[in-house]
């Protein structure tokens, strides 16, 4: 079996969203569709963790909307933003503990398509809703190893949108691979 193309397993989400966030850069975002594997290489990502982080959904505790994010790792948390876009998160971590990492931007898996932001690149990946709670170790979506990443090549900044977060906006909880082409934000932080 080609390494690259070998099937993440739960232990890989079931730690601490830090420690995912940066390991998520360079591995292959898959989708079944039909008789299609949509794929891309993921660019950038943030990451939202516990009840005190203002940005989270879980901040007000759990409701049935963000469910998913305090289930055990490995599966996805798709939500409707601005009633338009759905975003794609990973969620990490242990049972209990709200922690799911946005997917804001991958290589576009087909010509023509842009996956550059979070509604993009689930318009891009044909992800919605009905995918929210899915196992990211089944048979409609999943991560492949990839090519991970170096860390030379991982950069930390803040996350994008969130200024009513206060304190919370500038910690650096954005990661992107330095210089990719199909990172989402403005260009200054695109680093």
Do not use: Q
């Not at 005190?52 to 939500?79: E, K, L």
């Not at 794609?88 to 087909?110: D, F, K, Q, S, Y």
């Not at 919370?168 to 934000?185: K, T, Y």
């Amino acid at each position: 079996m080609n390494e690259a193309r070998r099937r993440l397993t739960l232990g890989f989400y079931r730690r601490p969203s830090l420690e995912v966030a940066p390991d998520l850069l360079g591995r292959e975002l898959c989708r079944s569709v039909g008789r299609e594997v949509l794929r891309g290489r993921i660019a950038e990502v943030e990451v939202y963790d516990g009840t005190r982080d203002r940005a989270s959904h879980a901040f007000p505790g759990r409701t049935r909307r963000n469910a998913p994010m305090f289930a055990r790792g490995g599966i996805a948390y798709v939500y409707l933003i601005y009633g338009v876009h759905h975003c794609l998160n990973v969620v990490t971590a242990e049972e209990g503990h709200p922690a799911a990492i946005l997917i804001r931007a991958a290589e576009a898996p087909v010509d023509g398509a842009n996956a550059a932001g979070p509604g993009r690149l689930t318009r891009a990946f044909s992800i919605d809703r009905e995918l929210d709670g899915e196992s990211l170790v089944g048979s409609r979506i999943w991560l492949e190893a990839g090519s991970p990443a170096p860390a030379s090549r991982i950069r930390r900044t803040a996350r994008i949108g969130i200024d009513y977060a206060g304190a919370w906006a500038r910690r650096r909880l954005r990661f992107v691979i330095a210089g990719h082409p199909d990172l989402s934000g403005p260009r200054s932080m695109n680093v």
